[in-house]
């Protein structure tokens, strides 16, 4: 069923939640970017079926956003690090860290700052110089892979976003 | 089996993720996103079955992130418009864009610019000025909200991320 969306809608968005979309699978990605390596090591800190963990792995392999290593120090051992393509999801999971900050009514666990300077993280999103922009201040235009359906979507966003006839 | 999770682990990721992690929720948050507000429209342009999509809208509802309003010109028709909470998923959406599009080996169907300018948005990550940061130009600190937990995983992640002793 997912597929048709992907097939029809030609969308990056559609396109990477396909890859990374899945429950399980984001926090899979953010307990690796969190130092996790070893399979019982997602186990338990994830408390995922160990059935379930295999298969998001597995997919996760499949997709080029992890990599299965031998593990440092054991040749028997097998470690899960990131690719480059896995570690490029970080401003994604920025992202949510940050709306969930925001919007969740709690106080924030954890606060990001550069390590080289100590300066906090600004939020996170689409931006032109300073400011990050909010929905309605972007447009949507076609880019080299739109096609007709495309063209549509953008035409019918920028009508409903910014509200142009 | 879920909630292990988010009780355990005081992270605003899990938290975001219980509210809009489900397969198809992003999703129909992008299609509000591109001014979907009908249910019919939801279903047919997601191909998704009614039942989900009447089960993924209630829960985003629910959650506060879409919230039901009577329809322009029809008081018999309801529409599903974004909330603020729902609106500030913008940069989610975005980073994933930006992931697919440099990273799933297609050319971009859609590109965005700055709709007072036509200035193309800039790459979508954790910033301190101009330069996006990586992963390991990161270094995660305790925030207000962080527990005897959250301050090992910071630990942990520093350790792992920054190569600390």
Same mark, same amino acid.
């Given at each position: 069923m997912y597929r048709k969306t992907f097939d029809g809608m030609n969308c990056s968005i559609a396109r990477s939640l396909d890859q990374v979309g899945e429950w399980w699978s984001l926090l899979i990605v953010r307990e690796a970017m969190l130092g996790t390596t070893r399979f019982d090591d997602f186990? $338990? +800190?994830?408390?995922?079926? +160990?059935?379930?963990l295999t298969s998001r !792995?597995? $997919? !996760?392999?499949e997709n080029g956003v992890l990599e299965r290593v031998v593990a440092e120090g054991s040749e028997k051992r097998c470690a899960y690090v990131l690719t480059p393509k896995g570690k490029a999801l970080y401003p994604v999971l920025v992202a949510l860290m940050q709306w969930g900050d925001q919007w969740l009514g709690h106080e924030a666990p954890i606060k990001l700052v550069e390590h080289s300077t100590g300066l906090p993280i600004e939020p996170v999103g689409p931006r032109v110089g300073e400011r990050v922009l909010? !929905?309605?201040e972007v447009r949507a235009v076609p880019g080299p892979g739109a096609t007709e359906k495309t063209l549509e979507s953008i035409e019918k966003r920028n009508r409903a976003i910014l509200g142009e006839g």
């Open positions: 186990q $338990s +800190r994830l408390g995922i079926a +160990r059935n379930v !792995l597995n $997919s !996760l392999i909010a !929905l309605h």
